[in-house]
């Protein structure tokens, strides 16, 4: 079972930056792998960045060219650093943990099994 801890977001007004940290732990967390998902009240979940097997980094396209996701070594430890902060970025972002087939379509939220306790990011301006 893996757990995840989120860390980081807040509040910040457009064009600011801020950064999120989603630190995996427990006997799997070396295993599949991390992506970061958003949402809005009312909306479904959506994908931001992730690793697919087969791509490599893939972000979402509303945020491409403005967040960037990083990992280290380990994998059990993920980055998104998001830049130029709008309005429509403010939402409860969630770091998650899938396996399998998760890891060829990591901005699909229901490949995903395993989530954090989702951190507010408010962009105001």
């Known amino acids: 079972q893996v757990d995840l801890r989120e860390s980081g977001g807040g509040s910040v007004e457009t064009g600011g930056s801020l950064t999120l940290t989603c630190s995996a732990s427990?006997?799997?967390?070396?295993?599949?792998?991390l992506s970061w998902f958003r949402q809005r009240p009312g909306e479904r979940r959506e994908g931001v960045a992730g690793f697919s097997v087969r791509h490599g980094i893939v972000y979402g396209d509303s945020v491409k060219g403005r967040f960037t996701i990083s990992r280290d070594n380990a994998g059990s430890t993920v980055t998104l650093q998001m830049n130029n902060l709008k309005i429509e970025d403010t939402a409860t972002y969630f770091c998650?943990?899938?396996?399998?087939?998760?890891?060829?379509?990591?901005?699909?939220?229901?490949?995903?099994?395993?989530w954090g306790q989702g951190s507010q990011v408010t962009v105001s301006s």
């Open positions: 427990g006997s799997t967390r070396n295993t599949g792998c």
């Open positions: 998650a943990h899938g396996s399998g087939f998760a890891c060829y379509t990591p901005l699909n939220p229901d490949e995903f099994g395993v």
